[in-house]
């Protein structure tokens, strides 16, 4: 069965970084969409940036420039590095996957998620 767990949220200052991390409990393989996914409180889970063979890299665009995401496949793992956080980034992130071509395919797996807070 296909584990995700999600690592390296936590409380930042505005204009810092972060990296998540989220590890694969088994080799997927590439031809899986594996994206990042964001609530923030109150609001619906949104798609903050995606990787496939299919689709290459997307990002939402309030992240774009400042976020970046990638995959280690020899790890089983996919990263989202964050810049220049704003407190608008801040939410839960979850980490998910799905065999297919992004934005085409039912993201099948999900982590439970990592907490991000940002101060002002």
């Known amino acids: 069965q296909v584990q995700l767990v999600e690592s390296g949220g936590g409380s930042v200052q505005a204009g810092g970084s972060l990296r998540l991390s989220c590890e694969v409990s088994?080799?997927?393989?590439?031809?899986?969409?594996m994206a990042w996914f964001r609530q923030a409180p109150g609001k619906g889970r949104e798609d903050v940036a995606s990787?496939?063979?299919?689709?290459?890299?997307t990002y939402a665009e309030d992240v774009k420039g400042r976020f970046t995401i990638s995959k280690d496949n020899a790890k089983n793992t996919l990263y989202l590095q964050m810049n220049s956080l704003k407190p608008e980034d801040a939410g839960m992130y979850y980490c998910?996957?799905?065999?297919?071509?992004?934005?085409?395919?039912?993201?099948?797996?999900w982590g439970k998620g990592t907490l991000v807070t940002i101060s002002s």
């Open positions: 998910a996957a799905g065999e297919g071509t992004c934005g085409y395919v039912r993201m099948d797996f």
């Open positions: 088994v080799y997927i393989g590439t031809q899986y969409c």
């Open positions: 990787i496939s063979i299919g689709s290459g890299i």
